[in-house]
């Protein structure tokens, strides 16, 4: 079984308005209400790919209410911590520019935090975890390291897609599998990349020091993946961008949906790629259709 964690989930209150005049009343030209987190992010994907996870995390308040029933009516099962306080609500304002607003999110105790470790004290070398996104300030900076070790010791493979020091500190537990795009995989060694050729030594390098597999988005200049026996380049599709929100956990959920049903690295990767750019081509996250319609646009080269 997957299951996917999101510490500081958030309802999403996406508002689109045509012109933004700041300091005046500005009247919306649409607006809708989703799920936000990018774990749940990564389970919604993956249920449109036909797979099952199960969403784990906190949730609190009419917000988290409305979190829980959503993606119930998209049979996507939960296993959440219920918490006292409400679940952030994060703006994403579409006009002229994108910007968005994010809520710091609710306190989490120390009794929610034992609760959740406990839950992921049950899983097994035949379950996967997918840690996603931040850590609300409420909590222990470490605690990705300490549900890691938890995995660790149960056998349980766990996928982490998360930035900075979040990410440098469960290296040494010998992921299955990170996502970092080509700014934080520069931050992970103090350089900048700008392209492919610039990722190649580094991507081999976060091979050389334990993680399984490793996929490097680099925007429209392409993907790469790695892991001890390849190391495959991928151009991206070209499309119309619509929105980068949840690009990324599109190609987390692509990638494991696809090595679930096929044990296949390369159509894995392929399917990856094709889901994070279906995404950032929609207005929501992808699905399998639109994710299939671009796979003819996929070039994957070997290294």
């Known amino acids: 079984m997957i299951y996917t964690m999101t510490l500081n989930p958030s309802l999403d209150?996406?508002?689109?308005?045509?012109?933004?005049?700041?300091?005046?009343?500005?009247?919306?030209?649409?607006?809708?209400k989703f799920p936000g987190g990018k774990g749940i992010n990564?389970?919604?994907?993956?249920?449109?790919?036909?797979v099952n996870s199960k969403a784990l995390g906190f949730l609190g308040g009419f917000t988290g209410a409305?979190?829980?029933?959503?993606?119930?009516?998209?049979?996507?099962?939960?296993?959440?911590?219920?918490?006292k306080g409400d679940t952030r609500i994060n703006i994403k304002l579409r006009s002229e520019k994108?910007?968005?607003?994010?809520a710091k999110g609710p306190d989490v105790t120390f009794?929610?935090?034992?609760?959740?470790?406990d839950k992921v004290k049950?899983?097994?070398?035949?379950?996967?975890?997918i840690l996603a996104g931040s850590i609300p300030s409420s909590m222990p900076e470490n605690m990705y390291e300490e549900l890691v070790e938890i995995c660790a010791g149960n056998g349980t493979k766990f996928v982490v897609d998360a930035e900075g020091d979040l990410l440098k500190r469960i290296l040494p537990f010998n992921p299955f599998l990170i996502k970092p795009n080509h700014h934080e995989l520069g931050d992970l060694f103090n350089t900048q990349i700008d392209n492919i050729e610039d990722a190649i030594p580094f991507g081999r390098k976060l091979v050389k020091m334990g993680v399984q597999n490793v996929i490097v988005s680099l925007a429209d200049k392409g993907a790469v993946f790695f892991n001890k026996d390849c190391t495959l380049v991928s151009n991206v599709p070209k499309g119309e961008m619509k929105s980068s929100v949840g690009a990324g956990d599109s190609m987390?959920?692509?990638?494991?949906a696809?090595?679930?049903?096929t044990g296949d690295i390369e159509e894995a990767f392929k399917y990856s790629v094709a889901a994070g750019s279906a995404t950032a081509f929609s207005l929501g996250l992808c699905n399998l259709e639109k994710v299939e319609q671009l796979l003819h646009q996929v070039k994957i080269e070997k290294r």
């Open 13 to 32: 209150y996406i508002v689109e308005v045509d012109n933004v005049a700041l300091g005046q009343l500005n009247r919306t030209k649409s607006e809708a």
């Open 42 to 50: 990564v389970s919604q994907v993956l249920k449109n790919f036909d």
């Open 122 to 129: 049950k899983l097994t070398k035949e379950d996967v975890l």
């Open 98 to 102: 994108e910007t968005e607003i994010n």
């Open 252 to 256: 987390v959920a692509g990638f494991m």
């Open 258 to 261: 696809t090595l679930e049903k």
């Open 111 to 117: 009794d929610d935090l034992a609760k959740l470790k």
């Open 66 to 83: 409305f979190i829980e029933e959503y993606l119930k009516s998209i049979d996507v099962e939960t296993d959440f911590v219920h918490i």
